[in-house]
C-alpha cells in the first residue's frame, strides 16, 4: 500500500513543482521589476546598432482580458513588464492558469473562471485592469471590479465603460469602491454611440458584446492598432465585424459558434517604436529600430522628418535613424489615432528641449499631462505651460541632474534628457518606466549607453 503512496508521490511531484514554479516565476518577475527605485542615466555620445522592439502593451492588455472567453488563449512576442505582469496575476485570481515562457516570449493562459472579483491592490496599479470589467462580461455576465482611480496624468473617468453597459441593460452598483456589473437576460439596445472617442471603452464594449448573441453597432469608436489587433482577435473567434470610419458592425454568434481555443501574435509596440526613433533623432548614428509596422507610424514619421531628421524606411519593419542636430522646431497637437499620440508627446517635448528655435504642443487627450516639462526644466529646459498649451524654446544644451518620473511616458522622456544632457541624470520612481517598456536598460545598454537601474 505504502509503495503505492510513494509512486503516486513521485508521479504528481513534477506537476505540483511544475505548478508552484509558474506560481513562482510570475511572482519572481514582478518582484524583479519592484526591486528598483531610479536608473542611472549618463551622457551617450551616440546609439550606433539595431534594437528590436517589443510587443505592444496596450495591445496585450485587452487580449489577456480576452483570455477570459475562451478555455485556452496563447499569446506570442508577448511584453514582460509591470502592467502585464500584473495582468497575469490578476487572471491567476480569477482561477486561470499561466504558463510564461520569458525566452520566446510566449504566455498561454488555460482553465476555467473561479471568481470574478478583481482585488482592488492589483487593479489599482494600472488603468488597463478595467479592461477586465469587459472580459468577464463577456465570459460569464458578472463582474465586480474597483474602479480603477485616476492616475498622474488625469482623472480617467470611466464614464463611457458605464454608459455603455447601462444602454445594454446592464445591472450596476457601486459598492465600497467596487462596481458590481451584470448583464441583462435581454440586452435592452443594440447600438451604442460613444459620446468620447476612448481606447479601453472601445476596449471593453467589444469584450462584453463577445459574450451576447446578435448585431450590434458601436459609433464613435477609437481606432487605435491595439484596438484592430483586438478586431483581429474577435474575428479569429468567430465573430463578424465590419468597419466603416468609426462605426463597427458586430454580429456574434450563438455562444457555442465560438472558438474556445486559440493562438494570437501581439502586434509591435508603436509607442516603444516611437520613443527609439526619437531617441534615433538626437543619438543615432545611425539607429535600426526592428520589429515595428510602419504603418501604425504615419504621424510620428511625418513629424521627425519634418524636424528635419533622415529616416529610412527599410522594410515594413525597420527603420534607420540618422540623427540631426540641432532638430527643427515643430508644432504639435495630440489627438485619437491616426493623430499624433498622446504616448509620444512627453518623448517630442525632450528632443525639443534642444530643438532649433521654438514648438509649440497642445495636449488634447488628457488634462494633466505635462508633469515631465517640470523635470526637463529642473534639467535647463525653456518650457512654459499654459493649460493645455507646452511653449518650448530650444536650448543648447541639458544639464543632469536628480529627477522624477510621473508617469509611463514621462519616464521615457527623462532617459532621453539624460541620455543627451551633460553630467548624470538620477530617475527616481522608476516604476513607471518599467510598467511600459520590456527590459529598456537592457536594451540602451546594448547599443553603447549607460542606463542603469538601482
Ligand atoms: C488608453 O488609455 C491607453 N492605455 C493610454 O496609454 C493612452 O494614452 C490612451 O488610451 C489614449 O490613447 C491603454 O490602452 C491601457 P481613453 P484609456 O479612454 O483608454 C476620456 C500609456 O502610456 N474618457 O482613450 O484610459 C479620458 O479622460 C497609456 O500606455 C472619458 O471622458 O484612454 C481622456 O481624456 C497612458 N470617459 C480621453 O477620453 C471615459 O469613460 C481618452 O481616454 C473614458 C475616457
Redesign the pocket.
Known sequence: MWINNIHTIFVLLPFLRLKFLKVELLEELIENHKKFSKMVVKPCAEVKGEVTVSGS??SA??LLASALLVEELILENFPLLL?TLYALKILKILGKDIELNPTLKRVRIYGEIKRIKVPYELSSRF??S??FLGGLLGAGGKAVISHPGGCA???????????FLSHLGANLTLKGGYINASLPKEVKNSNFVFD??????T?NALLTLAGLEGEFTLENV?L?P?VFDLLDFLRKLGIKILTHGRTLKISVPPKGGLKRRLTHRVIPDR?EAGTFLVLGSLLGNPLKVSGLNTDHLGVLLEKLEEAGVTLKILTPTEVEVFRSLPPKGLFIETA??PGF???MQAQFMAMLSVARGSSVIVEK???NRFQHALELVRMGANIKIKGNTAVIEGVKKLVGAPVKAT???ASASLVIAGLIAEGQTEISEIYHLLR?YEDMDKKLTFLGCHAELI
Open positions: 502593451k496596450n492588455l485587452p502592467d488603468r488597463g478595467i479592461l496624468i488625469g482623472a480617467r473617468p470611466i464614464d463611457q465603460h458605464l454608459k468620447v472617442v476612448t481606447v479601453t471603452g476596449e477609437a487605435e491595439e509607442i485619437p489615432y499620440p498622446t504616448d487627450i488628457f488634462e508617469d509611463l511616458r511600459g
